[in-house]
């Protein structure tokens, strides 16, 4: 396997044969699909609200406008893509939680979602819709792991995390059901096949995530991506300095229905705030795979390397029109030029986001087409 060093670090380079994909993956893509349709058709009815809503990332905690800076002097290795040259760029950001449901925040956990839409990005993007705009997406969480290696597990899994909720209604006999039916698919997969890996990145995601202001939040593409020549993943990380001028540096989710949005309220109208974009280069395959994204990329073998900040102004973003307009955009891992394309067979099956979008916004009568600029959305 090519390499290229960089102050002592070697990065791999990427070819077609680190990604390992299963023949089956267009019969298994319409499977889950059908599931994703089905769950947008029924959500109206299911969430209670008339309006179909997302099959994940479900509630929107603010839709915010924001400017990406391309920094200067990036090394050449992380100077990739969109990375390759210095500028600036407007962005929004949507954070959420990363629920399927809608509910009280307590309900719905400390998972969080965070999704940026870049404008004024040229080349035309890997998405079959509108593959000539200008947007580019990057579809983020607050966990460094997925819970899913492969479109299989995905498959016999997505239903289980689906009725999450109905499952912890019944207590330790319904969470024992839930850890069963997780590994074995519903009995579904071969014993062989049994989602062990998948299923302790689930338990560490659901005990081990912190609880968190969004705005002290570090969120990751969990899987990987090209990044030009090479193979990554990318994070954005709170600037330090946030921490010193947050009004909410604790949060407790069982003091009312809504925790998240407020609290992005209370921050934004207060001040503005910063992240580091950072790219986290591949040196090893064993060790930082692209097939497994249920482990974790170890930094002591390959640090994080911020290649542009992003600030995000002071605003307000209390009324209900921001939810409005929120609900309106679709961010798909998709949305992007090819020297970004996402990498192994879960980021594949994460395609599934523009079918799920379609049934959304078809229901909910809103436009079908990407934003101009973030003017357009947040005037």
């Known amino acids: 396997m090519e390499k290229s060093t960089m102050a002592g670090l070697k990065f791999v380079r990427y070819v077609p044969e680190v990604e390992t994909i299963d023949p089956e993956i267009d019969s298994l893509m319409a499977s889950i699909i059908e599931f994703w349709e089905k769950k947008g058709r029924e959500s109206p009815a299911v969430e209670g609200t008339g309006r179909a809503v997302r099959g994940a990332h479900a509630k929107s905690f603010g839709l915010v406008k924001a400017d990406l800076s391309i920094l200067h002097n990036v090394p050449p290795a992380y100077a990739q893509g969109i990375y390759a040259e210095p500028g600036r760029h407007a962005a929004l950001l949507r954070f959420s939680s990363t629920s ?7 309900e719905l956990g400390p998972g969080l979602g965070c999704a940026i839409k870049i404008f004024d990005v040229p080349g035309p993007k890997l998405v079959e819709d509108e593959p000539d705009a200008s947007t580019f997406d990057l579809v983020l969480k607050n966990n460094t792991t ?8 995905y498959l016999h899994t997505e239903g289980v995390i689906n009725d999450l909720p109905e499952y912890l209604a019944r207590g330790k006999t319904g969470f024992k059901e839930l850890l069963a039916d997780f590994l074995t698919g519903k009995g579904n997969l071969e014993r062989s096949d049994w989602a062990w ?12 995530t912190p609880l968190r202001n969004p705005l002290l939040t570090t969120f990751s593409t969990m899987g990987a991506v090209l990044h030009g020549d090479y193979i990554a993943k990318v994070r954005i990380a709170p600037a330090q300095h946030n921490a010193s001028h947050v009004i909410h540096q604790e949060l407790d989710l069982t003091s009312r229905q809504d925790v998240f949005h407020p609290t992005l309220v209370d921050e934004l109208l207060s001040g503005s705030f910063d992240f580091d974009l950072q790219v986290q280069l591949c040196t090893d395959l064993d060790g930082m795979p692209v097939n497994d994204v249920t482990v974790e990329w170890p930094e002591d073998r390959s640090p994080f390397v911020t290649v542009g900040r992003i600030r995000v102004p002071m605003q307000d973003i209390s009324g209900p029109e921001n939810f409005e307009k929120s609900d309106a955009l679709a961010f798909n891992q998709w949305r992007v030029t090819a020297e970004h394309r996402p990498l192994g067979e879960i980021m594949q099956v994460r395609q599934i986001y523009t079918a799920s979008a379609k049934v959304r916004r078809t ?13 357009e959305v947040l005037p």
């Open 363 to 375: 229901y909910n009568n809103q436009p079908q087409v990407e934003p101009q600029s973030a003017d």
């Open 146 to 153: 997925f819970i899913a290696n492969t479109a299989k597990h």
């Open 197 to 208: 890996d998948e299923l302790f990145a689930f338990v560490r995601a659901a005990t081990q």
């Open 100 to 106: 399927g449901h809608l509910g009280a925040d307590v």
